[in-house]
């Protein structure tokens, strides 16, 4: 195995026995990113130099006995995560050149484990978008097949971690944009319940849904990574002050007396057949394991949850993103005209088109004379949707659910139909509306394409959701294929 295939547990235990270093992983990683970033085009910022300066700093604490799991492993960040004094532009002309003056908490917290961070990571702008083809920057590719794409918004974040471009990246997740690239690239995506992770820092889409969370080669790494991210912030309102397990300790193959339910409503019209196939099996993996499976588990709003979510999420994003007037930072028309004009027209060619899309969708819910009729009645159902969760969860531990309803499809193939793209995260955006947990975990592949199996608990239940899917990824293997670049 060469160094850039590397696990964080297993980089780990060869930095803690010196018998690589820091530099030498770090060097190894770059070296990879030259020889197949053209093809994947997963990042926006490489930042060989600082990353190599990490590397050094990480091993003086190596040599000096301070060494944690995270210690001089090389971390791809998500583009709309602030990063000191590194361009942080959420892949979009209208922070073209915005260097933000401070950390994102979780990226402090990474700098505090001995982060060595190689970059930056493409996304669909703002982090709207399902493909990672919204990019200002240009398109990402999936690794598996250069020709599809990686899934969004967490595009970037996923395509380099399956093609061995870092070894762990950090993506944000506001309706599946962490699970379902995570799904067409066959690696592990987690989006932790709301207020788990802190959200200070990161560039806001729509503040009630968004969630960090890792994107990882293998379960183990991703409970690693949240033993290090999670944790109360004074600095997020929305921070939750509950004591962060070791998620280490969950990672137990055993299934036995767990209950699980299989809702019926994530099979939608219209799902690949060989998809359905793949997390059938892969559900049936589960109950040989020794888990007992309930198929005939019904949650009768979830039709509802991608209006609800397509009405509450572009209402925040247009209450969010009116900051971006040209005059405080960030890209600003220097044609003539007033000070309307030049706001105006800033946004104009600032804005991309999904971005402008949703803005205008939120604006029209908000304006006066809808706000009952569409988002005050968004969040009436969303309370419902919640409740039917909870109801869910007083009898079983876990729901199991595709990803996606599709193998990862050719870029350019949903461009000009919005709905066909806001399709991709059917199965993902409900946990979102409800903040639950929920984890991608790969679950075989369809014609040679990755399918990726959803796994939900109750609000700050992550340990059992990584529990399932250690357990599932111990007697499959899938994590440990690799895509031929």
């Not at 998500?78 to 004094?85: A, F, R, S």
């Not at 572009?314 to 993103?321: G, K, Q, T, V, Y």
């Not at 109750?458 to 499959?476: C, L, S």
Request: proline share 6%; net charge negative; charged share 20%.
């Amino acid at each position: 195995m060469q160094l850039h295939q590397l696990t964080i547990h297993e980089a780990h235990d060869l930095l803690k026995n010196k018998i690589i270093s820091s530099v030498e992983l770090t060097q190894a990683v770059i070296d990879r990113i030259h020889q197949v970033d053209a093809k994947v085009k997963a990042f926006v910022t490489i930042t060989e130099e600082a990353a190599l300066q990490q590397a050094e700093q990480a091993d003086e604490q190596i040599a000096s006995g301070k060494i944690n799991s995270l210690t001089g492993v090389p971390v791809l960040i998500k583009d709309n995560m602030c990063t000191k004094g590194v361009l942080t532009t959420c892949s979009s002309k209208m922070l073209h050149n915005f260097k933000p003056p401070y950390n994102a908490t979780v990226v402090s917290k990474l700098k505090d484990c001995g982060m060595v961070m190689v970059g930056k990571a493409n996304m669909d702008e703002f982090a709207m978008g399902s493909s990672t083809e919204n990019s200002a920057v240009h398109v990402t590719h999936n690794p598996w097949d250069t020709e599809r794409v990686p899934g969004g918004s967490s595009g970037g974040s996923a395509a380099a971690v399956a093609a061995d471009e870092c070894i762990y990246a950090l993506g944000s997740d506001t309706g599946g944009s962490i699970r379902q690239p995570a799904g067409f690239c066959s690696v592990i995506g987690l989006k932790p319940t709301y207020g788990r992770v802190s959200r200070y820092g990161l560039v806001a889409f729509a503040s009630s849904l968004d969630q960090i969370g890792p994107l990882t080669k293998d379960v183990t790494d991703c409970a690693l990574v949240m033993n290090a991210i999670a944790g109360y912030d004074p600095s997020d309102s929305t921070s939750v002050a509950n004591p962060v397990p070791d998620y280490t300790k969950s990672l137990v193959p055993e299934l036995k007396g767990l209950r699980i339910g299989v809702p019926k409503e994530y099979f939608v019209k219209g799902m690949q057949p060989e998809v359905e196939k793949t997390v059938r099996t892969a559900i049936n993996k589960i109950e040989e394991l020794g888990a007992k499976v309930d198929w005939d588990v019904s949650l009768p709003t979830t039709p509802y949850a991608l209006a609800v979510y397509y009405i509450i999420a572009p209402s925040e994003a247009s209450a969010n993103l009116s900051r971006y007037d040209g005059v405080k930072y960030g890209y600003s028309y220097e044609g003539p005209g007033s000070m309307w004009d030049v706001m105006e027209k800033t946004r104009q060619f600032g804005f991309g088109p999904e971005v402008k899309r949703r803005i205008m969708l939120g604006t029209y819910a908000l304006s006066s004379g809808y706000y009952d009729a569409y988002y005050l009645k968004a969040q009436r159902v969303r309370t419902l949707i919640r409740h039917e969760f909870d109801k869910a969860f007083e009898k079983y531990d876990a729901l199991l659910t595709p990803t996606s309803p599709t193998v990862p499809f050719k870029i350019g193939e949903k461009t000009d139909s919005p709905l066909q793209m806001y399709l991709s995260d059917v199965c993902t955006l409900p946990v979102n509306i409800a903040g639950l947990p929920g984890i991608s975990i790969p679950a075989g592949f369809a014609g040679n394409l990755p399918v990726g199996m959803q796994i939900i608990s109750r609000p700050f239940n992550e340990e059992i959701i990584f529990k399932i899917a250690y357990t599932y990824e111990q007697v499959t293997g899938w994590q440990k294929q690799k895509p031929d670049i």
